[in-house]
């Protein structure tokens, strides 16, 4: 009995060596690809946010690790700088709303140094099924209405929802969605501002988090 049972142990040693080979195989063939892929799918969201025309350098590689209390939760967030014959324009930064419905909402907003927003998107969100979640551009073309709207400093009543006297609209029995969005991406439009001061101080971004 008991060479029986080390025999199937041996076995089962020896499948699952097999396995762990085999699954490790897979990933080292298939990393490449999978980087690949992010990297294409990364700057189709980029396109969705800022004009190519506005810039001419490579943005996914000057990513810079930025922080500051607008960007709605602690920690770095990733930065890609826009430039146009070598002179910094724009940025695109990965920021958070941190007081959506159902928790925080993370957002990719593109904008210039002068308070023109180009573009918004929204990367992740737990809102409510048909309602909150008309933030997201595959549900409505709500998040459209924030593309090319300048903000004219931290004073600037218009950038806010219309019940709360702005110029965006809130959706149907759900003002805190839109509402968290909004305020989000102004808050990260004036720090987006503040970049050319701070520029030569930042830190480059780590490797991307698997």
Known sequence: MFETMRRHG????????????????VNLLTKPTIAEQSVIQQKALFDQVIPSSVYDNDMQNECYAVTGDALGSPGPHRMYLARKDGKPVAAVVETTAPDGYSGAIKLLVAADFSGKVYGTRVLEHHETPGLGDKIEIRISDWIKSLSNQIIHGDNDTRWAVKKDGGMF????GATITPRAVVRSVKRTALFIETVPAQLSHLSACGARDE
Not at 13 to 22: D, E, K, S
Not at 169 to 172: G, L, S
Request: glycine fraction near 10%; proline fraction near 0%.
């Open 10 to 25: 041996l076995t089962l040693a020896i499948f699952g060596a097999l396995m762990t080979g085999m699954t490790a195989l």
């Open 169 to 172: 609209d809130q959706f149907t």
